[in-house]
């Protein structure tokens, strides 16, 4: 509101828009705090990337709704990336299967069978906060889970180049 001297009082709307735009009305800054988030930076790598002092400022950008759906998108792709990983890789085990123990087809089976089609599906929003979560907490996360994939892949590959004989083939030739 105006004041009779013409001076503004602080909570006139005029005056909150004046300067420069807010940081995060560029989409490629909320991308850039978004995947820093993602990737587990913390609040002060965060604050260096952005160019700003007060780490409680990324705090509020990590709340702020546009940061959190990009947030989501990040986790949600990264997410359908590693399953289609993990998809291929199980794939690839079950072309020869008859070279696989029992135990292991059944414990694909259950994990993969019938019974998985009757689960009813993780709410994606609950899932992709949860993951959000994790990543807060622990910013090495995601590093440790690349360690993982590529322990996985190491295996794999070693797993290719060995002869591979297990116990109860001939159950499997049987059946």
């Not at 700003?52 to 997410?79: F, S, Y």
């Not at 696989?100 to 089976?109: A, E, F, P, S, V």
């Amino acid at each position: 509101m105006a004041k009779s001297n013409g001076q503004f009082e602080s909570g006139d709307k005029r005056l909150r828009h004046r300067g420069r735009p807010h940081f995060l009305s560029d989409p490629d800054n909320v991308k850039l705090i978004a995947e820093a988030f993602a990737a587990g930076a913390t609040r002060d790598q965060m604050c260096e990337l952005a160019d700003v002092k007060d780490p409680g400022t990324i705090t509020r950008w990590r709340k702020d709704p546009r940061v959190k759906a990009e947030v989501r998108k990040i986790l949600n792709d990264r997410i359908m990336r590693i399953s289609a990983k993990t998809d291929s890789v199980i794939e690839q085990r079950l072309q020869n299967a008859a070279e696989m123990t029992i135990d292991d087809l059944i414990k694909i089976r259950k994990e993969f069978g019938g019974s998985a089609l009757g689960r009813e599906q993780i709410d994606e929003d609950s899932m992709l906060t949860d993951a959000m979560e994790a990543l807060e907490k622990n910013p090495n996360l995601l590093e440790d889970m690349r360690a993982l994939l590529t322990k996985a892949k190491q295996q794999e590959d070693a797993a290719e180049d060995a002869v591979i004989v297990p116990d109860d083939a001939s159950a499997l030739a049987e059946e």
